[in-house]
């Protein structure tokens, strides 16, 4: 019997890699922290060097000796003082050695008398002969020098200098101590700030976590406490109000389509169970007529709903080259058997060609279900216009007026809703012709609206499309 392979527990080390806002922020301190400590090395490197080229110790070392021997007159007592000077200062630079690395070499001192003969020196080195505060390469290194020449003795002082990488290294160590101290006191606080103020957000998290996306949107309304988080909030519960209101629109439309088709579904089957059981020809004959009218009723409804489910707005108009004069009156001779059956006049006035790159399917469903929505309502002897122009900026207008019954003012704003009939109306219809009117010219990016109609009668429906969204061959 073959063993499973046996699976090794994984380290979960990405949990540990993943950026969180707490690190990003800490990091960003710690970032901060080190370019401060790398400018106040700067700084002190800077002030450290000035300090020592303008006042370093060997000027006040040297004067508080030369003070010392000016109430000296005799060579032995002089050069006693200065060789008790030099072994404190030596058995001091020992001392300083072992504690500060710094600190280095010994300081020089030699005393001459006013001829010039050496009384004392420190250590076998060239003669300490510069005037002043200087800089002189002794033994092969570098010293800084003083010289007095008083009445009766001529002091030289010799200390050496710093080197650079070690003053660097001596600060950066020193600096680096104090930053290690003051570290965990900079973090600490800022690691509680920053999960005290997320704190909101994770309880924002659990609460989206549990919605039921089975039960009302309902908004969440929770205070985030602080100004950066409230947008947040506003926009979530401003997400699941639209969300509330889209699932509200497509159930509505979901029982409304189901309503509408019920109807015609019925009358089906009622005239077919006539047809069935129905022995005269007159009575099988109403109700084939009324089963026909029922199919070619939920057939339009059909079609009705499928164009409004392929004009979705969000999707990629396909546009392309349309004679929008020409296509027009294409359309309008096809109705316009149907105007003189019913006794309307239908014209059309357009340029005698109008190019452009839109959306053609669009564009025909627009003109189709204005067209007949006209022919259904307005009366015999009406009239019916159909105009395009197109304005001085390059903009298009399509406008389809009668001079019909017309919508009254207060139901203007609710022709386009699905399944929506005006009252007073007794022509068959689903309600979606304008409906589907609206989500086309929405498509196309164009803007619809409803005027009076003509002779200030009827409905004028027209399309605006800017020249910026029409496209021009």
Partial sequence: MTRPPTRLPTVRSGRW???????????????????????????????????????PGVRQLGRQ????????????????LIAGHARYLHA???????????????????????????????????????????????????????RADGPRWS??????????????????????????????LMVLPLWVAVRTGLAPLRRFTRRIEGIDAEAAL??????????????????????????????????????DAAHELRTPLAVIAAQAHVLLHAEEPAARGEASAAMLDAIARSARLSQQLLDLASLDPRAAPAAEAVDIAAFSARLLAERNADARQRGLALSLDAPDQVLARLDRGALASILQNLLDNALRY?????????????????????????????????????????????????????????????????????LLTVETGLDGRGVRFELRVPAAILGIP
């Fill in 17 to 55: 890699l993943r950026p969180t806002l707490t690190r990003r922020l800490i990091g960003a301190l710690l970032v901060a922290i080190a370019l401060l400590a790398a400018l106040v090395l700067v700084q002190d490197q800077i002030d450290v060097r000035e300090q020592l080229a303008t006042d």
């Fill in 65 to 80: 000796l030369a003070a010392g021997l000016d109430e000296i007159e005799d060579a032995g007592q002089a050069t006693r």
């Fill in 92 to 146: 001091q630079r020992q001392w300083q050695r072992q504690h500060v690395d710094l600190v280095t070499g010994d300081v020089l001192l030699q005393l001459y008398d006013r001829s010039g003969t050496l009384l004392y020196a420190s250590a076998d080195a060239a003669p300490i002969a510069r005037l002043g505060v200087g800089e002189q390469v002794l033994a092969g290194r570098r010293h800084w020098t003083w």
């Fill in 155 to 184: 002091l030289r002082v010799a200390e050496p200098a710093i080197d650079n990488t070690r003053l660097l290294g001596f600060a950066s160590w020193e600096l680096s101590k104090q930053l290690l101290l003051a570290l965990p």
């Fill in 218 to 255: 309902a908004p969440l309304g929770m205070d985030l406490r602080y100004a950066e988080l409230r947008p947040l909030g506003r926009a979530f519960d401003t997400l699941l109000r639209r969300l509330r209101e889209r699932v509200e629109r497509e159930q509505s439309f979901v029982h």
């Fill in 378 to 446: 307005v009366p015999a002897g009406g009239r019916i216009e159909v105009v395009l122009a197109v304005d001085p900026d390059g903009g298009l207008r399509l406008s389809v007026a009668d001079d019909g019954p017309g919508i009254a003012e207060p139901d203007r704003a609710r022709v386009f809703d699905r399944f929506w009939r005006g009252p007073g109306h007794d022509q068959p219809g689903s309600g979606l012709g304008l409906a589907i009117v609206r989500q086309a010219a929405e498509r196309l990016g164009g």
